[in-house]
């Protein structure tokens, strides 16, 4: 079965420069969640989107902005890097319907490595 | 503040035993709960879930129960097999009754499951 595909699997960048991750999400699922897990953490929410739209917002510095597009894949562009946005950045989708959103699969992450 | 988390950061299991992993969770607003797998490198892997509605939910070799008195969550894992070994997560949400939203999952704290051969 199709699985959520993330871009780049890897990513170095120094301080002050810009990443973009993407985010494919399962086909048929209307949702994506963004979420940033630093080593031994636990998967912090950033931000979620719901019909191209945005949804619910976690803690997303103002540095980091999301869209969804028409197609449903997202991306997250992060600017001014910090050391310490170096983390894995996993993407999930779900299908939402009548107001549940709850199951979400989860792709296999972008390890941002910030020097 | 509103948090789930899980009582102990690593379990460690002989292969055949049963391991069983909590979550105490303090959001009594919270209605949906999910348990995620984590292997090293690998995004959250969804297990099982259960609404607030039942108190217990069994799936191939795991049992998931909800003590809402308690806020209280478990995941039981039968026969434990090498291939267990993971960090498990237990993740709550509150339904959204818009139509539509995405609300993200909260996460707990996770706990390391060790099997020893």
């Known amino acids: 079965a199709a699985g959520v595909i993330q871009s780049p699997r890897h990513l170095i960048k120094e301080k002050r420069e810009t990443a973009t991750l993407k985010c494919y999400p399962i086909p048929r699922h209307d949702t994506v969640y963004w979420y940033q897990q630093g080593p031994g953490q636990d998967p912090q929410f950033l931000i979620s989107f719901y019909e ?9 510095p103002d540095r980091f902005s999301a869209q969804q597009f028409s197609d449903y894949h997202s991306e997250l562009n992060m600017s001014s890097l910090e050391l310490g946005d170096s ?18 699969f989860f792709g296999s992450g972008t390890q941002l490595s910030v020097l | 503040g509103e948090s789930v988390g899980l ?16 979550c105490a969770y303090s959001n009594s607003a919270s209605d949906y709960f999910i348990w995620y797998k984590q292997e090293s ?51 709550e ?25």
């Open chain 2, 7 to 22: 009582h102990l950061p690593t379990l460690s299991v002989q292969e055949g035993d049963n391991s069983i992993i909590n």
């Open chain 2, 41 to 91: 490198g690998k995004g959250p892997q969804f297990i099982i879930d259960i609404r607030s509605n039942m108190d217990k939910r069994q799936g191939q070799r795991v049992t998931v129960l909800l003590n809402k008195t308690v806020k209280h969550l478990s995941l039981q894992i039968a026969a434990t097999q090498p291939g267990d070994s993971a960090v498990y997560f237990c993740a």
């Open chain 1, 52 to 60: 191209k739209m945005q949804s619910d917002k976690g803690s997303i």
């Open chain 1, 87 to 104: 983390a894995l950045y996993f993407c999930a989708s779900s299908q939402t319907g009548q107001g549940t959103n709850e199951k979400l």
């Open chain 2, 93 to 117: 949400n509150i339904r959204g009754y818009s139509g539509g939203g995405a609300d993200g999952l909260t996460f707990g704290k996770g706990t390391h499951l060790i099997i020893q051969p």
